[in-house]
């Protein structure tokens, strides 16, 4: 009987997972696939875990792993780091949230506006999702315009104009160069589809051609510098600068995605491409592991929240908006947050995937690291990852065999292959990643 692809080590995985099989088994008759985030999902299930210190993460079957998934990027100094528990300890008994502003939304915002100089203004949200809509709501608003451009295969979050083309199907997707808009869930109106352009990330021709297409409707294009869910692929150095250029000439305000990429620098990717967005988005690291999200930048178009002398043309709601725990929390880790840390974890990024590479490379598999700072991905393809479409030519079943030998052994990703750093890690935890996955290329 032929063998089937990769059958040990899922057998291996069920056998020292039993216990969250169990939970799982349980969750699914209250939470559909016994999860509450579809990106913790991966068949048959996943581990359910009980505790998580530095980069290690302990599961409730007392299998410990390297955590390289960190919250999906959220934990750039790992688990508990004590600076944060501490800063947290001492606010949470003294209250979690008021209806009231606090002083710790105004250090935090204080922090965030003197490492990125685009931002004159910001407002906080409870998630990334929250934080794009108003964004968004805010662009078409100051413009006048209804539709927003975004990038195949870009991701920010769930709301309705971010719900397109998301990770669409390349049979009914389009040409390359004029991708079609599809929706990424069901339920998403066909009128926001309609409202939302697509553009093939790391091609400046052909967005170009797209943007001036649908001037005088386009309010903004969103981007992220750094491609998350589609890959951790990097915009090409002038990419970005041609973005600004290409919105600035045609009246478009140009929106930068930075959830993901405040990790690469104190200014984030911006400070790094030499662009200044109208607007930028920040989430993950600046809530230190707690729910917050910020979008902020010109004053004159943030103006549009300013309840002063009456309803403000955009109100903004949010009952956790501002929370000092998560105020305390995201000073806390931004404080750690050096010049000189950003430069270790970088190095460590850049070690990582120069050893990857070599281990590829030597033992002649067909196969992509792509990435930049402390984010990467690995894809099994001969051809160069550079945006969504390339991305799709990946060995999906390769892929899936070696993310379970490298939960086997030990080593915690996105079933996507994305890895990322911590400060928690070191030479040690690098080196693992590296042996386990040559281990799990032999599987
Ligand atoms: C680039 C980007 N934008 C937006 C979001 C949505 O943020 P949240 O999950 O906090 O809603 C994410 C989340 O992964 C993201 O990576």
Redesign the pocket.
């Known amino acids: 009987m032929a063998k089937v692809y990769g059958q040990t080590v899922f057998e291996q995985y069920l056998q020292a997972n039993r216990r969250s099989k169990e939970l799982n088994d349980r969750a699914r008759s209250l939470l559909p696939g016994g999860i509450t985030r579809t990106s913790v999902y991966f068949d048959p299930f996943p581990p359910y875990m009980e505790y998580g210190v530095g980069c290690r993460i302990h599961d409730v079957d007392g299998n410990e792993r390297i955590d390289f998934s960190n919250n ?1 990027t959220a934990l750039i100094l790992g688990h508990c780091p004590p600076a944060v528990v501490n800063a947290v300890q001492a606010q949470v008994t003294r209250g979690s949230a008021f209806a009231a502003p606090t002083r710790h939304e105004i250090d935090l915002a204080e922090v965030i506006a003197e490492r990125i100089p685009s931002v004159r203004r910001v407002r906080f949200a409870s ?4 934080a ?1 809509m108003f964004a968004l709501r805010l662009a078409r608003a100051f413009t006048g315009c209804r539709k927003i451009a975004k990038a195949e295969g870009g ?4 709301s309705e104009y971010a719900a397109v083309s998301v990770s669409p199907d390349l049979d009914l997707a389009g040409d390359a160069r004029t991708p079609v808009s599809l929706a990424a869930a069901q339920g998403v109106p066909d009128r926001v589809v309609e409202d939302v352009v697509v553009f093939p990330f790391n091609d400046i021709d052909a967005t170009e051609a797209i943007v001036r297409r649908h001037r005088g409707d386009l309010a903004a294009v969103i981007v ?1 510098p750094v491609l ?2 589609s890959g951790m692929i990097p915009a090409r150095p002038d990419y970005l600068q041609a973005l600004r250029e290409i919105t600035a000439q045609n009246g478009v305000l140009l929106i930068l ?1 930075e ?2 990429t405040l990790r690469l620098a104190p200014g984030g990717a911006q400070s790094i491409y030499g662009v200044t967005p109208d607007l930028t ?1 920040m ?2 690291i600046i809530g230190g592991g707690y ?1 917050v ?1 910020a979008f902020g930048g010109r004053a004159e178009i943030m103006a549009l929240l300013d309840p002063e002398g009456g309803r403000p043309p955009i109100p903004q709601s949010g009952t956790f908006n501002g929370n000092p725990i998560g105020m305390i929390a995201g000073l806390a880790t931004l404080r750690q947050l050096t010049p000189a840390v950003y430069d270790r974890l970088n190095g460590m990024g850049d070690d990582l995937r120069r050893r990857l590479r070599d281990l590829f490379s030597r033992k002649r598999v067909a196969a992509q690291v792509t990435g930049m700072g402390s984010l990467l991905n690995l894809h099994f393809s001969g051809v160069e990852v550079t945006d969504f479409r390339t991305m799709r030519t990946g060995d999906g079943g390769r892929l899936r065999q070696v993310f379970f030998g490298l939960l086997n052994e030990g080593i915690y990703l996105a079933p996507r292959g994305m890895a990322c750093l911590s400060t928690a890690m070191g030479d040690e935890e690098v080196l693992a990643f590296v042996r386990a996955t040559e281990r799990a290329l032999e599987t």
Do not use: L
């Open positions: 999906y998630s990334g999702t929250e794009v991701f920010h979050g769930t992220e998350g869910s995605d959830i993901i988005v989430g993950k729910p999200a």
